[in-house]
């Protein structure tokens, strides 16, 4: 419970817990420097700055946040990742493999996302982590990702989770397509896409539309062109979800705007192959492009059926997370919106159960 002096859920001070722990960031560029003083300095934290890495390194393991300045380009010896790389609006697509490097599990971009980066701040430091972020994405096309992530997120609601599926794929047609649900009222991204800063993860949650026992955000299955969704947008409502949801599934997607805007925010991410040699080429080629995040390799196929499933994750170097099973008209069910009908056949329970296992395993 917040003190008398947060100036209540309105003002700056419900930014940051008024009885916050100390904030380090590692920068020499000055822009960086005052827009984060400002941020903190408002809702009351105590921020600790430093030019350099060799600057920063006595006290880095005692800060309870670690940011880094994207004029860092390397870290102190056996010191954590930090947690959010900052750079400037317009700095091109350079900051992403920087972040990469550095192991940072956020990227946030001055001035632009500063109401972001203060509620990532709050949160970061709230005695509740909130819900568990799964992504998945297909290494090439019919890797099955999509059908994947729906069967997941209604083995998850059937076990009595609170469950929302994340269409990530402004390309993808509409998730919602899949869920026979195009006419179900509520929340799709376009209504969305001009969010900023914290959203209400109740009223999120109680806006959105249900099929199958879950929650799902959509994109709408129209041949309209999607509208575009700032980066902020998308932070801000995965931020909603982790904080409404006990077990969040993305379906990723495999454009580099996909990857950029909800891989970082993943716990854990799920790469698909089929068991053919091509498949698990492209697989390798999408790994690359994967943040610092624990990722585990899906094959797709029965057993027997092509490559190896465990030859082909020794080869990417990835633990073998499951095999999604082949089931005879999936395609099908796909195209006429009856995907959940074959989600309760007994093989596709098998495999996600063993996905959900994960998950047990990463609670905090």
């Known amino acids: 419970m917040r003190g008398s002096g947060d100036g209540g859920r309105d003002g700056p001070g419900a930014w940051l817990p008024p009885a916050s722990g100390e904030i380090l960031l590692v920068t020499g560029n000055n822009f960086l420097r005052d827009e984060t003083e400002r941020i ?25 946040i670690v940011l880094v ?7 102190p010896p056996r010191r954590r990742a930090p947690a959010v790389l900052l750079g400037v609006s317009g700095e091109d697509g350079n900051i992403w493999q920087l972040a990469a490097v550095l192991g940072a599990e956020r990227v946030a971009l001055l001035p632009e996302a500063a109401a972001w980066l203060a509620e990532h701040l709050s949160a970061s430091r709230s005695p509740e982590a909130g819900g568990h972020v799964l992504g ?10 999509s059908t994947a992530a729906a069967w997941l997120a209604q083995a998850a609601a059937g076990h009595g989770a609170r469950t929302l599926l994340i269409d990530g794929d402004p390309w993808g047609g509409g998730l919602e397509l899949t869920l026979a649900a195009e006419d179900t009222p509520g929340l799709r991204w376009p209504d969305l896409a001009e969010a900023r800063g ?11 539309p249900v099929a199958g026992g879950f929650s799902f955000l959509s994109w709408p299955g129209t041949r309209e062109r999607p509208p575009a969704v700032d980066p902020a947008s998308v932070a801000a409502v995965m931020d909603a979800a982790r904080r ?6 993305v379906d990723i997607g495999r454009g580099t705007d996909s990857l950029r ?4 925010d993943c716990d854990r991410i799920l790469l698909l192959a089929t068991a053919q040699l091509k498949s698990a080429v492209a697989a390798a080629r999408l790994l690359n492009e994967l943040p610092p995040v624990d990722t585990g390799l899906v094959i797709r196929g029965n057993p027997g059926a092509g490559m190896d499933a465990p030859l082909i994750a020794e080869s990417l170097g990835l633990p073998l997370h499951g095999v999604l099973p082949e089931v005879r008209g999936t395609g099908t069910a796909a195209e006429l919106g009856r995907l959940l009908e074959l989600g309760r056949r007994k093989p596709v329970r098998r495999f996600a159960a063993g996905v959900l296992e994960l998950l047990d395993g990463d609670a905090p």
């Open 69 to 75: 300045g994207s004029d860092v380009r390397e870290l």
């Open 244 to 249: 409404g949801f006990e077990v969040v599934i």
């Open 261 to 264: 805007s909800f891989a970082w």
């Open 198 to 208: 914290s959203i209400d993860h109740a009223q999120l949650s109680d806006s959105l």
């Open 136 to 145: 998945l994405t297909g290494g090439s096309g019919g890797a099955g990702a």
């Open 40 to 64: 903190v300095a408002a809702a009351g934290g105590s921020l600790r700055t430093a030019a350099d890495a060799a600057q920063a390194a006595a006290g880095w393991d005692n800060a309870d």
